[in-house]
């Protein structure tokens, strides 16, 4: 359920106590919010001006909670129109995208590709085979009808199939992963109320997911700053998986 992959998350109905007359409504995790920004890519993509050099930035950073052990997977919309650094993205990624994963621990699973561009989840095999086979998770893809015991691939084939049919699958979350509170309240699951918003919608009590969602942005802010202080992106994001 990443926020940028969600349009309609917004259509959400949020149980929100009433304001008292006059005041406006404030959140209460509004400063853990704020701190939260994510860095964008095009911040830095001045830097690296070769084609390669360039990809790899990217794959870097919206990889960077995925390459250090921190998150089992990412859903990554490359858009084919050129860039404000000049380069087209998904151009440079059908032709350099096989040969900067090889050695970076990632394996990549296209799940949409249409005239707009590609939608890519990138994820670490192992890590993400634990988190979808743990007792909740895998109770939780049963019931969405993933079947009993979905392999890796499986699973990866029954959701690409959903890709094919929907905008995006809410399971994706699990794939993500993403807190099944937070996933089984957002498909209606559950009846925990709407709390705030981060990387994802949160529900009930939001303490452990903003924690969760923080430290996918340290990681994103720490692969931010690396990418800064290198010459060469492709080192960073070796150094990254080794880390």
């Given amino acids: ?16 106590a009433p304001c008292p007359a006059g005041q406006a409504r404030q959140n209460p995790f509004q ?20 084609e390669r050099e360039c990809l790899a930035s990217f794959l870097a950073l919206e990889t960077a909670e995925v390459l250090a052990g921190a998150k089992p ?13 000049g380069h087209n993205l998904y151009r440079l990624w059908k032709r350099y995208g096989e040969q900067l994963l090889a050695d970076s621990g990632l394996c990549v699973a296209t799940m949409r590709e249409n005239g707009c561009g590609i939608l890519l989840l990138f994820y670490r095999p192992q890590l993400l085979e634990t988190c979808l086979t743990r007792r909740g998770s895998a109770a939780f893809l049963k019931k969405a009808g993933y079947g009993a015991t979905p392999s890796l691939e499986g699973a990866l084939r029954t959701l690409r199939e959903r890709f094919a049919r929907e905008h995006i699958p809410h399971e994706v ?12 309240a957002f498909i ?14 949160i529900f009930g009590d939001p303490r452990r997911s903003l924690a969760l969602a923080e430290t996918f942005n ?9 990418l800064l202080a290198a010459d060469n992106p492709l080192a960073v994001m070796a150094m990254a998986q080794k880390g």
């Fill in 31 to 50: 400063s853990i919010l704020k701190k939260a920004r994510r860095r964008a890519w095009i911040e830095l993509a001045w830097k690296f001006p070769g």
């Fill in 1 to 16: 359920m990443p926020s940028a992959s969600h349009p309609d998350s917004a259509n959400r109905h949020a149980t929100i």
């Fill in 73 to 85: 997977a990412n859903l990554i919309r490359v858009v084919d129109r050129e860039q404000l650094c």
């Fill in 173 to 184: 979350g699990v794939f993500l992963g993403y807190p099944l509170r937070d996933v089984a």
């Fill in 188 to 201: 209606g699951w559950s009846e925990k109320p709407y709390s705030c918003q981060s990387s994802w919608m």
């Fill in 218 to 226: 340290v990681c994103r802010r720490r692969m931010a700053e690396l």
